[in-house]
Structure formats: C-alpha cells, structure tokens
C-alpha cells in the first residue's frame, strides 16, 4: 500500500501542473519555511514569505538521537507555532518526503505542493493538546452523521453498481471490526442518526491514536468527506486509490455516462490522491 502511496507523492511532487490550493493553505499560515531563529536567515524567511520565492541552496536531513530533522540551509525546519519540526526516527519515509517537497520548490514556492509538510506540523502543534484532540474528535464524528457512504441510490444504474462496489465493504468493515450499528439512507436525503453507542465506540477508539495518526485521519476524513473511508485508510484497511475512488463514487459514475471534464474532473482527480497520499504515509513507519 505504502509504496503505491509514496509513487503518488512522488508523482504529484514532480509534476508541473498547477493543482488547487488545500483549504488549509500550509505557506498563507506563515508556515512557509519557518527556519531556526539563529542566524541571518530570519530576515530571508521573512522576504519569502511576502514574495513566496526560493531563499535556500540546500536542503538536508540530519539524524539526531531521537528525531529526524529536516533542514535548509543548515537550519531545522519549524512549525506554524515555532516548534522545531521534529519526526520521529520511526518515520523516515515521512521525513524523507518532507524533505523532497522544499527539494522540489525550484523559483516560485507553490502552496500546494506541501503536503507532508503541513501534515506533519499539523501533528506536531494541534495534537499534543488533549482539548484540541477533543475537539477534533467531535468534528470528525460530525462527518460520520452525514457520511457520503451512508447514502445509497437504486439508480441510475451505474452509480448504485459503484455504490455497492466500494462502498458496501467499508461498511461491513466498520460495522464487524468495532461492533457498531451504521445507517443507511436508501434514495432518501435523511439519514436516521446512528446509536449513540456508536458514536461513543469510534470516539473512544480515536482516544487511542498518536498525534500522527490523529492528523492522518483528520486529513484523510476531510479530504474524503467520509469518516468511514478515513478510518479505513488509517487502519491500512485499503489504499490510497481504494479511498480514492470510493470518495469519487459519483463522479466517477458521471465519467461513465458523460465523460471526463478537463481541468475539472483531472484536478480532482489528482488533488484527492495528494491529499490521501500524504495521510498514509504519514502513519507509515517506513
């Protein structure tokens, strides 16, 4: 799974078209190469970040006792908040990809070609505090009261064979792995609540995960509109184009029947894979 998720990285990484900007936008932040305050590349940083150019010759990894520490120009990579954006040696495929990301800024720094980046600083400020873990919680279980899965059509044809494809077993997964009653919402647009024991048992699973895979999940629900495809790419249940083409279910089935939109229909394509890649390789421990 892993290594068809680091080819997508890879892919997207190198690839020269221009793709939306996540929502979550890691350089409007100030998270642009936030370099140690040593030094005189403070006042470079600072220019990039008004004129979003190159400021770095090098870029380098070193190892230290307990972490990987992605550099430039010598200088440890830091987080949104100001934190040293430190990966444990567990993770090298994660450092490794946030290094070639800030490689592959050649001029102009593009917002979106940092996935790994962003989702790595994302786990290293938000999810270390148990209230935003909390919160965080709250809000993905939110997309499991209107998850794209739960809504099933009888026709057209060729959507409900996607339906049923795809879908169907993400659901079996989820109900048997944790003993959980999910709805289904047959060619209705109301979805009758699921038990509260339910919701109680994924909140309590989602106590046990590490700041990585709490990213990765929040990430990858988000980028799915799915909790439950979420869930089952942390847990390696499929792959990043299993969860791909499950969140696509219906454009895909509009591809079917109307063909392929470009610049509409290839973005997405490409973006949804970015941004499910990057979740999975982060709870890698390659």
């Known amino acids: 799974m892993f290594l068809s ?22 350089i409007q932040r100030r998270t642009l190469a936030s370099v140690d305050d040593s030094g005189p590349a403070v006042t470079q940083t600072n220019r990039a970040e008004v004129s979003l150019k190159r400021f770095w010759k090098t870029v380098g990894i070193e190892k230290t006792d307990d972490n990987y520490v992605v ?15 430190l990966i444990p040696p ?30 790595t600083s994302r786990a290293i400020d938000a999810f270390q505090e148990e209230e935003t873990r ?19 059509e009888s026709e057209p044809e060729n959507i409900a064979r996607l339906q049923q494809e795809h879908w169907d077993p ?11 009653k999910i709805n289904i919402a047959r060619d209705s647009f109301v979805l009758p609540p ?41 847990h390696k249940r499929i792959t990043v184009e299993q969860a791909a083409q499950a969140a696509h279910v219906e454009v895909n089935s509009q591809i079917e029947k109307w063909g392929e939109v470009e610049d ?5 394509y490409h973006d ?11 709870v890698s421990n390659l």
């Not at 550099?71 to 954006?85: A, F, M, V, Y």
């Not at 993400?170 to 959980?180: D, N, R, T, Y």
């Open 5 to 26: 998720s680091v080819r997508i990285q890879r892919s997207i990484l190198s690839s020269s078209r221009t793709f939306r900007a996540s929502s979550t936008s890691f």
């Open 71 to 85: 550099t430039l120009d010598k200088r440890p990579l830091k987080t949104p908040s100001g934190n040293k954006l």
């Open 90 to 119: 567990t993770k090298r495929l994660t450092a490794t990809l946030v290094a070639t990301e800030w490689e592959n800024q050649e001029v102009v720094l593009k917002q979106h070609s940092l996935p790994m980046t962003s989702i």
């Open 134 to 152: 909390k919160e965080v919680r709250a809000q993905l279980l939110k997309y499991l009261q209107t998850d794209t899965l739960c809504f099933h």
């Open 170 to 180: 993400l659901i079996k997964w989820a109900e048997e792995s944790f003993g959980v």
């Open 194 to 234: 699921h038990p509260k024991e339910t919701l109680q048992k994924f909140d309590e699973h989602m106590t046990t995960f590490d700041p990585w895979q709490m990213a990765a999940l929040e990430r990858a629900v988000y980028s799915s509109k799915s909790f439950i495809i979420g869930l089952a790419l942390i």
């Open 264 to 268: 509409s229909h290839d973005v997405d």
């Open 272 to 282: 949804i894979r970015r941004q499910l890649g990057s979740a999975a390789c982060l």
